[in-house]
């Protein structure tokens, strides 16, 4: 278990620096304040802010009290008010009222909002509209990459997801752009870029503008990350919306996983306190599991135990200095890693309770009868009665998805019934749901899409292929049809099975789905890797519409240290298929991220909720 | 013409600086002039008002440079001017009778115009000085009524008219502007008193230790640096002291009472020496600290034009330039100089002679442990002079004293040798700046080159130097054009230096763009490239401003102009194609400005011009190509104000991009903008969705949110989405059932789903109500099933449930039954139903209600593999021992068949 890496990867840089310079941005405009100042940090900053700076920090540089910005009056009694907050309309108008609050009271204070990681001229405009504009001075925090663990960046912006897939909301490319131009600027140039989906190409040309205009910097550097992929999620939305099985991965599908830590309740830690664990690689038991099929967990932390037991016992027996080496050597280690230990039994068995119930199997047979397309009509059956029953809105449509995106749409029949079904079981606000899962391109009626494919077969004979290119682009941005069963063909995605798929020894990165599925987005990059281009890829490419290349094969060959960006956000089992490849290979995957996502957090982004 | 010799009169010396070979058709005592100080331009206006009658001839403005070269000339059209003054800009200040104050550039070319204000244009001017502050230059105006008005800045114009002087009857018989604490005053003179006006007061001042016996004060100065003042009496003596009239620095009694034409200071900075130099008709006077003055005679008219370091003054036939003598050079050229550099030079020259006195003379300074001092003094001296033999005669002595210096630090003397290029390139005939090299250096090479303004610098260099460079006393010459009428870059705020018509003007930081104003693109490319100037802040800046200049050529086609300035610029980096476009612009020509905005490579920088002409549409689709949201939305919020809604919107409609960013900011801000571009685009979809939440976001009552069901209703008709219509009219319906429940049964029904309605209704007992609810709303049988007996299971209603599940033969099986009642842990019911399954399910229900042994019959009975294992598999410890031998067996028994 937890293989080695190959000898000749490349080590990964030191990603560390970027909490520094974030920490040190944001003290500079901490002090830009001076004296006692009370900080309010919006909700979502929070977690993030907490890995930056801890309160001792704040409170070095005369932040006297926190608030959480929240929909209710603040009570501080500071003379100077600073605001760390997202760009967000409704945080300005809380500011706003605040402020208009303070005039009404005849009060006059200092006011100072930070926006992190941008400043938008919208929240300006409401400054201004709201009349407070001249009261309060604005700031940018600069701190869109958090590294969340040795290979994995991200921007915590789970928000981008529904923004641009949804709203088509641009506003956040170019702090996409801008983070790839730090990566840039500290780590040295990227030779080979690759990349999927229109966001991943916007993207990339705005990042391209920022290296130009600052040329020079980068120039002359050696470059350390050989390739960069930019995908966009909704090349992949099937991997997404997949039951998670690997142990990170269904940790975070069952607890969530918030900014690298997780909060274990009772249940978890038999006491009747929760408990906040960091999970990254500093975690050794984690390490050893985190990237592992659920099946062998338990297994490994059992023997892990017993090990961990003869260390203990080896006590017996030892004479007084021997003793006394192994109390000040070794116990400590030891107690740690019991601690780890009992966490993540602890966890295990709390997701053996809630998974390997009769449901969870039934769950997953359907879902590997949805990727690989058959039994249609028993998965719409089941997927009908687990409406019915009312089981869990999120995952009644994560099924309904993932229906619609592999049968390419649902048929209309199911399509109404599925709706109806759902609308009396959760509630009508979530007409609203489906109107944007139909807009995301997430579930669909199959109808149009068919004449749709007819008409472009007849247009692509007629003109050339770059023409043809560009109606396709067209056409499938009319219909966002997902073509999941063609790609998966294309690309083998669905193993053959020759027998029982031996999880504890991999294969291939199919694993992270018990061996029916291997990740499209993982795929499209490993193919790319192996043929060192996207030649023979052209029919995929066509399939998955838009995208960017930018090669310089002489100086990367030897580089094997790879950038995938996530544009809406990766899941765990992305992340662990790719560093399972990466073992395989020999490279070295680093990840960022718009945030970590998983099915839940997609449909969650998706739905509706009153208010 | 008089010759005027190197006159080294113990402090002063004046040299030639140009002969003035300009035709001038008049006398320059007719003639309003003007000197911009900085080796700055002359303007000449032949005054004809000032004579009793006003000649029928329209005067002429002419421009020259300080060599003499005609730079502009023009017909003067406008009413009579009292005073004209260059600003800080080098621009041509006019002042006029009426008020009214016209701006040309160096070139002659109109700029502007502003008043004065009413009460000037009521009055007329009497008077009128332009004068240098830190923020730029002022206009003060004497009126006709004896008020003063002034504004400290005419590039922010912003008049103040000071208060009045009581008793004021005449005309004060001088005055000045004086700055101080960077707070502009006045200081005049009536009879033998002097006020002193600033915004709020006037107070009377006297100067400390003046003579008495005083009756009128005839002329006032004020030093280059505001510090010092000079007053002239009219018993011929002169008082010198500080500005602030509270200290007396010398004074002296010339004994000429006739009123000077003009009296300036002559002073370097931060010398101790104190002088002022009297102009009469025919007589110059310089006169200082000592009981004598150096006199000289004037053959011609004159101006003088103060400086920094000395006074420029110019005649018909000539223009000299005096100053006090550096200290440098007065150590070296002094008679019999026993200075180290003195002793230096003399050794250098005895060394060309092959003199072995050259030996000696090094040797005498090497024994006092001098000659690093001597070297810094030859380079410093170097620097001081005009001439270029003796500027290498003094650069060669250094050159060769460093010599015999081990470690002399070089980049002195390198930087004074490349400074004297570019000093010598410069006073060049052609070019006219005659710039001292202390003037240069307050300058800064950036001023002389095209920057408008410059940081205040202070420190002088140390002088010292190695490295033997050749020194070539001229740079690459340049071909200046020298073109009326067009314009020229307009520049911003600065400061420069006058002078003015008769009296002295006091200026304070230096600044414009020499060479850049006066056209001479070569040159300064030249002088860049020589100093090596990064490229961003020399040539590239340079090539910009060319093409500023360019694009004011109008007779050249848009075309041909855009394509000359992208030919020479390309993709010269720090050049900015947008300010270009801007000037372009600003000359009115606007598709030119859009033709070179198309060579800007940052759409980003496009943007903001292209509002400003008006391209709003444009300026939107380059905005959206730059992929800056925050650019696209301002051009969104121009749009908004200057469209009218519909077109806003119809803009909005072809922008996918724009449009999506503006629907977050009204679904945030302003909703019911949001309602109106869905009804403009007909996206009854969207609006639909729209009413849908107002239903239960905005809505409070429930006819209000009925009413947005409706509205939402018909929406989806419209966009053809029956099946959201028939959901929205479903709901319609619902909340006004679940109202009516509420109000009969109480509890809490509203915006319950109609699953969790029933539900509801069920667990209340309310069977009947249950079942209509489900009749009308059509609810599937299997819903209603699993509805049913989750929510009597939850109940624990055992009795009722076995009756449900025998009304009719069950659409879900019996299965659920089972893992229902398990789930509530009633094995005793569970066990029940677990004999109804259907036989395909039986071995799971057996299973689930614990009977693995029953399980293991019947899955042997259907002989089904897959049953076995999971039969097996739930085989645990020593009960079901028997049962899984059992199952093996049956297993071995059916592959033996």
Not at chain 2, 3 to 24: F, H, N, P, Q, V
């Amino acid at each position: 278990m937890a293989f080695p890496h190959r000898l000749d990867a490349p080590e990964l840089p030191d990603f560390s620096m970027l909490k520094r310079l974030a920490r040190d941005q944001l003290i500079y405009l901490l002090e830009q304040l001076p004296g006692k100042k009370d900080l309010f940090i919006e909700a979502d900053l929070m977690s993030p802010l907490d890995r930056i700076a801890n309160v001792s920090i704040l409170k070095q540089h005369e932040v006297d009290k926190l608030y959480k910005v929240e929909n209710k009056p603040a009570v501080s009694s500071s003379e100077q008010l600073c605001f760390l907050v997202r760009p967000r309309i409704k945080n300005m108008r809380y500011v706003a009222s605040l402020v208009n609050a303070d005039k009404l009271a005849g009060r006059t204070r200092k006011y100072k909002v930070i926006f992190s990681p941008q400043k938008f001229h919208a929240c300006e405009m409401v400054l201004e509209e709201e009349g407070v504009y001249g009261d309060v001075s604005c700031d940018e925090w600069a701190f869109s990459l958090l590294p969340l663990d040795v290979d994995l960046l991200s921007m915590e912006l789970p928000e981008f997801f529904r923004d641009y897939f949804l709203e088509g909301d641009q506003r956040w490319i170019n702090t996409v752009a801008q983070a790839l131009h730090l990566l840039s600027t500290l780590y040295g140039p990227f030779p080979n870029c690759y990349g999927i989906g229109r966001c991943a190409k916007m993207s990339y040309e705005l990042w391209r503008t920022l290296e130009e205009e600052e040329d020079g910097e980068t120039k002359g550097r050696r470059p350390e990350i050989g390739h960069i992929f930019l995908l966009d999620r909704d090349v992949d939305f099937v991997t997404a919306l997949c039951s998670q099985v690997v142990y990170e991965g269904l940790v975070d599908d069952t607890f969530r996983i918030k900014c690298g830590s997780v909060d274990f309740g009772p249940e978890v830690t038999s006491s009747d306190r929760s408990l906040k664990v960091l999970l990254n690689a500093e975690d050794k038991v984690f390490n050893e599991i985190r990237n592992e099929h659920f099946s062998n967990v338990f297994g490994f932390l059992s023997q892990k135990a017993r090990n961990l037991q003869a260390q203990y016992d080896r006590r017996r027996g030892m004479d007084i200095k021997q003793m006394k080496n192994f109390v000040s050597q070794e116990l400590k280690g030891l107690k740690q890693e019991h601690r780890l230990l009992s966490v993540h039994i602890g966890a295990c068995e709390s997701i053996m309770k809630k998974k390997t119930k009769q449901d969870f199997q039934e769950l997953i047979k359907t879902e590997h009868a949805l990727l690989e397309g058959f039994n249609i009509r028993e998965s719409t059956s089941y997927i009908e009665e687990h409406i019915d029953r009312q089981v869990s809105p999120i995952e009644s449509l994560r099924l309904m998805c993932l229906l619609s995106i592999t049968e390419n749409g649902l048929i209309p029949k199911d399509y109404r019934s599925l709706k109806t079904q759902y609308l009396q079981s959760y509630g009508p606000e979530h007409l609203l749901t489906f109107s944007n899962l139909r807009r995301a391109g997430l579930l669909t009626e199959q109808a149009p899409g068919d004449t749709l494919t007819a008409v472009e077969s007849k247009v692509s004979k007629l003109v050339t292929d770059k023409a043809a290119g560009k109606i396709t682009d067209a056409f499938s941005s009319l219909a966002k049809r997902s073509n999941f069963r063609a790609i998966s063909k294309k690309l083998n995605l669905i193993p053959r099975v020759d027998g029982e798929y031996d999880l504890k020894v991999p294969r291939d990165m199919a694993y992270v789905f018990s061996g029916a599925y291997v990740p499209l987005s993982c795929r499209v990059i490993e193919q790319v890797l192996e043929r060192r281009s996207w030649q023979g890829l052209d029919e995929v490419l066509r399939l998955l519409n838009c995208s960017v290349t930018k090669e310089d094969k002489a100086s990367s060959e030897s580089l094997r240290l790879i950038l995938v960006v996530f544009l809406g956000g990766c899941t765990f089992s992305e992340i662990s298929a790719l560093r399972f490849l990466g073992r395989e290979k020999g490279y070295r995957f680093i990840f960022l991220t718009t945030a970590v996502t998983n099915s839940a957090r997609l449909m969650e982004a998706m739905s509706e909720v009153k208010a | 013409m008089r010759r005027l010799i190197s006159a080294c009169l113990c402090t002063g010396r004046k040299y030639e600086l140009y002969s003035m070979d300009w035709d001038l058709k008049e006398e320059l005592r007719d003639c309003l002039v003007a000197a911009a100080p900085y080796g700055g331009p002359i303007a000449l206006l032949r005054n004809p008002w000032r004579k009793e009658k006003a000649a029928s001839v329209r005067p002429v403005l002419e421009i020259y440079s300080a060599s003499g070269l005609p730079l502009a000339s023009l017909l003067w059209k406008s009413g009579p001017v009292v005073s004209l003054g260059w600003s800080a800009e080098e621009e041509l200040l006019c002042v006029q009778e009426d008020g009214g104050v016209l701006v040309y550039g160096l070139h002659g070319d109109f700029r502007r115009h502003f008043s004065m204000g009413n009460e000037v244009l009521q009055n007329r001017v009497l008077d009128a000085r332009i004068f240098h502050t830190e923020f730029g230059s002022g206009v003060a105006i004497l009126t006709g009524a004896h008020r003063f008005t002034l504004s400290a800045n005419v590039s922010d114009l912003k008049l103040r008219r000071m208060p009045e002087v009581p008793g004021l009857q005449g005309a004060p018989s001088c005055w000045t502007a004086l700055c101080q604490d960077r707070v502009a005053h006045i200081l005049l003179a009536v009879g033998p008193d002097l006020y002193l006006l600033d915004q709020s007061a006037c107070s009377a001042v006297t100067p400390s230790g003046l003579a008495p016996g005083v009756s009128s004060f005839l002329q006032m100065a004020v030093s280059f640096t505001y510090r010092h003042l000079a007053l002239f009496t009219d018993t011929g003596y002169i008082w010198m002291g500080t500005a602030s009239l509270k200290e007396k620095l010398c004074e002296f009694n010339c004994n000429i009472r006739a009123p000077p034409k003009q009296m300036v200071w002559c002073s370097r900075p931060r010398s101790k020496e104190r002088a002022v130099v009297v102009a009469w008709e025919r007589r110059l006077m310089v006169v200082g600290d000592a009981p004598e003055s150096i006199q000289f005679v004037l053959d011609e008219d004159s101006y003088l034009v103060p400086e920094l370091d000395g006074v420029r003054i110019f005649s018909r036939s000539t223009h000299e330039f005096l100053h006090e003598v550096p200290v440098a050079s007065e150590e070296i050229f002094k008679i019999a100089s026993m200075a180290p550099g003195a002793l230096l030079l003399e050794a250098q020259k005895e060394y060309e002679k092959e003199s072995q006195k050259a030996d000696e003379y090094l040797r005498e300074i090497q024994e006092l442990g001098q000659l690093t001092q001597a070297v810094q003094q030859c380079i410093e001296a170097a620097g001081h002079e005009h001439r270029p033999d003796m500027q290498k005669s003094l650069l060669r002595a250094a050159s060769f004293g460093k010599c015999f210096l081990d470690r002399f630090p070089p980049d002195s003397f390198v930087r004074m040798c490349q400074d004297l290029r570019v000093l010598n390139a410069i006073r060049d005939y052609h070019i006219g700046i005659p710039l001292t090299y202390s003037q240069y250096k307050q300058l800064t090479i950036q001023v002389l080159l095209d920057r408008y303004s410059k940081p205040q610098d202070s420190g002088r260099r140390a002088v010292c130097g190695q490295a033997s460079q050749p020194l070539l006393d001229s740079c690459g010459h340049c071909s200046s054009p020298v073109s009326l009428g067009s314009g020229r870059p307009e520049l911003q705020a600065g400061v420069r230096l006058p002078s003015l018509s008769h009296l002295t003007l006091v200026p304070f930081t230096p600044s414009p763009a020499r060479l850049v104003l006066r056209r001479l693109y070569p040159l300064a490319i030249q002088i860049c490239e020589y100093l090596r100037l990064p490229e961003v802040q020399g040539v590239s800046r340079i090539l910009a401003h060319w093409a500023c200049y360019k694009v004011q050529q109008k007779d050249v086609s848009d075309e041909d102009v855009a394509r000359a300035i992208n030919q020479k610029l390309g993709d010269t980096p720090g050049v900015s194609y947008s300010d270009i476009a801007a000037r372009a612009y600003g000359c009115g020509r606007t598709e030119l400005a859009i033709k070179l905005l198309e060579y800007e490579p940052r759409s980003g920088e496009q943007v903001p011009l292209l509002l400003k002409m008006k391209r709003s549409k444009l300026a939107l689709s380059k905005a959206i190509e730059s992929g800056d949201t925050d650019l696209v939305f301002t051009v969104l919020l121009h749009l908004k104000n200057e469209l009218n809604r519909g077109d806003f919107f119809m803009t909005l409609r072809n922008q996918p991009m724009a449009l999506s960013l503006y629907r977050q900011f009204c679904k945030h801000q302003e909703l019911e903008t949001l309602k109106d571009l869905y009804n403009q685009d007909d996206n009854h979809q969207e609006l639909g969705s729209f009413h849908i939440r107002a239903s239960y976001a905005a809505e409070e009552r429930i006819e209000g949110r009925v009413a947005a069901l409706q509205t939402a209703a018909d929406a989806f008709y419209k966009a053809k989405n029956e099946f959201a219509a028939k959901a929205t009219e479903d709901q319609m319906r619902l909340l006004r059932l679940q109202r009516r429940l509420e109000d009969e049964l109480g509890g809490r029904f509203l915006d319950l789903s109609l699953h969790d309605t029933v539900t509801t209704l069920i667990l209340g007992g309310h069977n009947k109500r249950a079942e209509q609810l489900a009749r009308d709303f059509r609810i599937p049988d299997k819903r209603l099933w699993w509805l049913k007996l989750t929510a009597l299971a939850d109940l624990e209603d055992w009795e009722e449930l076995e009756k449900f599940s025998k009304s009719k033969k069950s659409p879900i099986g019996y299965l659920p039954f089972v893992e229902i009642c398990m789930k509530q842990h009633n094995k005793y019911e569970a066990k029940k139903y677990a004999s109804r399954v259907g036989p395909e399910q039986k071995v799971k229900a057996l299973l689930l209600v614990g009977d693995v042994a029953q399980a293991a019959d019947v899955a042997i009975e259907h002989r089904n593999e897959a049953e076995l294992s999971l039969v097996l598999s739930h085989c645990t410890g020593a009960t079901d021992g028997a049962t899984a031998d059992k199952i093996q067996r049956a297993r071995a028994q059916a592959q033996k068949k």
